[in-house]
């Protein structure tokens, strides 16, 4: 059930104070019942609870996220089929398949003021171990997922596997890079934002060809139709597969509330607290987030760190929460002196210093930043012009030089910068001072296309295309080709295939490897295979 009614106008005081107690729910909702003070009613459901899948995410030594969500109806509004209370959830798990060999089990309230998700911590695991999970709902189980816990904190570890994904707009096209993805040898998956798009679903549902109901043709603009969103885009499949057979390690970028957006800021309608809570909530709802990503007064904690033995450390970063609003303008602009001013931020203070200190202590070997826009300068116009793109790390260069600056003072190790969002395919060198063209490679990116975003439509190509000879320091370019990229790390060497799908229409489409590329241990900037 929806916390708030479907306004017509705004009141946003009234949401953003209805949010408020989201964080004391979310905390109770993760409390062992037997511990607490009431127990909740299964039984009487409308269907099949589990039909949004199970999720496992946030690896560490010794635990993970577990999730699922009850809906029995889940395209159903004011609550996918749900009845209007808690609901017990039993849990467990095992260290084989066919989850006979129970090391873990519990059972927990869903709440209706949370979707009726369920966010489970199992805790005093072994490290680097394979685990299987499992929900029970009544006399309905769920999917058996599969999972696994990090390798201990400073083992010396010999090689790591794991994709990145980002961008999968449901009504472009299917998933059927996730199918290909699910088939992999990994370790975990990254997502690097774009998860749910907030605009409407057309009635035939798009390039997918596959009528939706009426209630999915507005936009985002409530809890309850950010709910119905998710809902949508999790009853993909292939979607499904990918959750269950990986851990994933989650951020966001824009469309998880609005285009562009700068913090509480949009340039389509100023102010949009109200609407940014009301998307964090449901994105909490509906991702393996920890209790540190509890929203809390229209905020949330998603920045964080993942060690992966001493092999390699994931600085997990949010781009979008904290940053200012481009000083030089939205979107497509010339460049300005504005940008330069110190106290202009990307990543909000906070966040920059804890970056920066985690990068300078670090003791892996690569030392990986998952990130939500291109770091990379992409000049568009060369010697003609001054022409950026200032939603991305463009808009921010003192921002961005701080960082580069401190890769090389602090001599950190390795740094990769991976990255979503823009539906295409680039390979970067990130130099010291993107203003000198001389200044040294202190770091390789790679930035991903989309699952789906685009269509198969060639967009990108044709418009970024022409601007790549201004960029010497980019070193690949593919603009319109879907899929997902996978990365084999050992101590020597960081390998990236870019693994891609030859269409969206259908989703059966086998992935090939479309191009390789490695990066030699203490030699930043990637070459191709």
Excluded at 391 to 409: E, I, N, Y
Excluded at 410 to 434: E, K, L, Q
Excluded at 510 to 528: D, I, K, L, Q
Aim: charged share 25%; net charge negative; glycine share 10%.
């Amino acid at each position: 059930m929806s916390l708030m009614p479907e306004p017509t106008s705004w009141d946003r005081r009234r949401l953003v104070r209805a949010l408020g107690g989201i964080a004391g729910l979310a905390a109770l909702a993760q409390v062992p019942l037997e511990q607490g003070a009431s127990a909740a009613p299964r039984g009487g459901l409308a269907g099949y609870p589990f039909t949004l899948g199970v999720a496992s995410g946030d690896p560490s030594p010794d635990g993970f996220v577990l999730w699922t969500r009850l809906a029995p109806e889940p395209l159903a509004p004011g609550g996918g089929g749900m009845p209007h209370g808690p609901v017990a959830v039993d849990w467990r798990v095992a260290t084989d398949e066919g989850m006979r060999n129970v090391v873990r089990r519990g059972t927990v309230r869903a709440l209706p003021e949370l979707a009726h998700a369920v966010h489970v911590e199992p805790e005093g695991l072994l490290p680097d171990r394979e685990y299987w999970y499992q929900f029970r709902c009544g006399g309905d189980v769920s999917p058996v997922g599969r999972t696994r816990t990090l390798p201990a904190a400073h083992t010396r570890v010999r090689r790591l596997s794991f994709a990145f994904a980002s961008c999968q707009n449901w009504a472009d096209g299917y998933y059927s890079a996730y199918r290909n993805l699910a088939e992999e040898d990994l370790d975990l998956v990254v997502h690097l934002g774009d998860y749910v798009y907030e605009g409407g679903i057309p009635a035939d549902g798009g390039y997918r060809r596959t009528p939706v109901p009426a209630q999915l043709r507005p936009a985002c603009r409530t809890l309850d139709r950010w709910r119905l969103q998710y809902a949508l885009y999790k009853s993909d499949p292939d979607l499904q597969r990918a959750h269950a057979r990986f851990p994933w390690i989650v951020t966001w970028d824009d469309h998880e509330v609005q285009n562009d957006y700068a913090a509480r800021s949009s340039q389509y309608e100023g102010d949009i607290t109200a609407l940014r809570a009301a998307a964090y909530q449901a994105y909490y709802e509906h991702q393996p987030l920890r209790r540190a990503a509890i929203p809390r007064s229209g905020e949330m904690r998603l920045y964080r760190r993942l060690a992966y033995g001493d092999l390699a450390e994931f600085s997990v970063l949010d781009g979008r929460q904290y940053r200012d609003v481009p000083p030089c303008g939205w979107g497509e602009a010339p460049a300005c002196e504005a940008a330069y001013d110190p106290s202009v931020t990307m990543l909000g203070e906070r966040q920059e210093r804890w970056l920066l200190d985690g990068l300078a202590a670090s003791g892996a070997r690569w030392n990986v930043l998952a990130n939500n826009v291109m770091m990379a300068r992409l000049d568009h116009d060369g010697p003609a012009g001054d022409t950026l793109w200032h939603d991305a790390w463009d808009g921010f260069p003192a921002a961005r030089t701080r960082v580069t600056d401190h890769l090389a003072a602090a001599r950190v190790s390795n740094p990769v910068v991976i990255t979503g969002d823009w539906h295409s395919t680039f390979v970067n060198d990130i130099r010291r001072d993107f203003d000198d063209p001389d200044s040294p490679v202190v770091a390789t990116e790679f930035v991903g296309t989309s699952i789906s975003s685009n269509g198969d439509g060639e967009v990108y190509g044709p418009y970024y295309g022409p601007m790549i000879r201004h960029n010497p320091h980019i070193r690949f370019f593919d603009g319109d080709r879907r899929g997902y990229v996978r990365c084999a790390v050992d101590r020597r060497e960081w390998r990236t295939d870019l693994r891609m799908v030859g269409t969206v229409g259908r989703p059966d489409v086998p992935a090939e490897t479309f191009a390789s590329f490695v990066v030699e241990e203490g030699a930043p900037g990637a070459h191709r295979l």
